[in-house]
């Protein structure tokens, strides 16, 4: 048995999930937040208790010295040698990387040299690893890719109608995101269907603050909404997910915006927030609905983009076998999940009521006579993270 730990650099944050492996037991997990900014605030849980800090985080790697401290101080490990593989979520792997790696310095390089696609993201990603690789050189690190389960998409899936050259000369195609949990709840939906993921054709849902649709055939990403970049695809939180993109410099020039400005609007400002004027969690919507036009136009306009997705990848995939709900909103909001599976009841796919009051847990929500079956599955980012730590490690 040894512990691994499950790290995720943004560029304020941390999160951290330590697991026992290969039992998959989670012992304990946290995280640092305000990175760089003061008042920064730790957070642990273990054992049942829960240990905040609130103390200014100049950099990353007080962070993550902070973490490593309190394992001691907490007794969460006796010593820093108990842990013996780090894994690494990395936003943008490009098409260098399509599946986890353990991160040399070559390695490391190329995570750096793909800023371009993800600058927030990758510069922390890289930082995260270089610090762990100094702080606890005995563990194996791994890097694990947002992207990687995306690289099997076919190139009519994945370019976009641009100049051929724009592709060959600064990868400008389609690169996807979520993966790891897509392909998480993809395993899970075959394990609690029983049946071979290869032979099943499914649709997940992986709907949170950031959303994405990846159509999986044969066991492997076939098309999924999000783009060259995050920002495209379902209404978001506050993404506005796709837009025709002469719409952005008619609305930058009218409104005299800098290129960085118009992205912050679309990033930031748009999806739910910017349709709903009040809010970009969909608790908030949901609550006022019945009597606020402009909530239920956001979670109106949600749904809407996401049938347009299920509805193509249907048709992409020649049907579908199983439909998957996952994160904060295909996890938790009941509504959401009922105003889709209402879209769908022409085919024959029908969510059952009473199923559907389901909050967090797995569960097969759809009727049995439904066509298709319908599930919520909690993602579990960590836990694929840890494995993939664990059969690198195996195969050294
Ligand atoms: P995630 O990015 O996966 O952490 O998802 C966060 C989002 O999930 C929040 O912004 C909410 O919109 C949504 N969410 C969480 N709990 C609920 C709930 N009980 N009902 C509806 N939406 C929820």
């Known amino acids: 048995m040894s512990k691994t730990l499950a790290i995720n650099a943004g560029s304020s944050s941390l999160k951290f999930q330590l697991l026992e492996m290969p039992a998959e037991e989670v012992i304990a997990k946290g995280q640092v937040e305000r990175i760089g900014l003061d008042d920064g605030i730790f957070t642990l849980k273990f054992n049942g208790e829960k240990t905040e800090i609130t103390k200014d985080f100049p950099d990353h790697r007080a962070a993550i010295e902070e973490m490593l401290t309190q394992f001691k101080e907490k007794q969460v490990i006796n010593d820093l040698s108990e842990i013996t593989g780090v894994g690494h979520r990395v936003v943008a792997g490009g098409e260098w990387f399509n599946k986890s790696v353990v991160v040399d310095d070559e390695v490391l390089d190329k995570i750096k040299r793909l800023s371009a696609y993800a600058p927030l993201h990758n510069p922390a990603n890289a930082a995260g690893i270089e610090i762990f690789r100094e702080l606890l050189p005995n563990a194996i690190s791994v890097a694990v890719f947002d992207t990687a389960f995306h690289q099997t998409m076919p190139r009519e899936n994945y370019l976009y109608s641009l100049p051929y050259e724009y592709y060959t000369k600064y990868g400008a195609r389609k690169y996807g995101a979520h993966g790891t949990s897509h392909r998480y709840v993809s395993e899970r939906t075959a394990e609690i269907l029983d049946k071979p993921l290869e032979d099943l054709k499914l649709i997940t849902l992986h709907l949170g603050a950031g959303a994405s649709i990846t159509a999986i055939k044969d066991g492997k990403s076939f098309d999924t909404s999000m783009g060259f970049t995050p920002l495209a695809g379902v209404t978001m939180a506050t993404r506005s997910g796709d837009v025709d993109p002469s719409l952005v410099y008619y609305i930058q020039e009218r409104e005299g915006l800098s290129n960085e400005e118009m992205l912050y609007v679309l990033n930031n400002k748009s999806g739910l927030l910017g349709i709903s004027t009040i809010a970009s969690d969909m608790r908030d919507l949901e609550d006022v609905m019945d009597t606020n036009d402009h909530a239920k136009l956001a979670v109106d306009m949600f749904v809407d983009s996401v049938m347009r997705y299920i509805g193509q ?49 797995e569960r097969i929500i ?31």
């Open 366 to 396: 759809s009727t049995d006579d439904s066509t298709a079956k319908v599930l919520v599955v909690p993602t579990n980012e960590e836990l694929e993270i840890a494995r993939d730590v664990e059969r690198l490690k195996n195969e050294q």
């Open 313 to 361: 990848y249907i048709v992409e995939l020649g049907g579908v076998d199983a439909i998957t709900f996952t994160a904060g909103i295909g996890e938790n909001s009941d509504i959401v999940r009922r105003m889709v599976g209402e879209r769908l009841n022409f085919m024959g796919i029908k969510v059952d009521p009473e199923a559907n009051q389901v909050r967090g847990k």
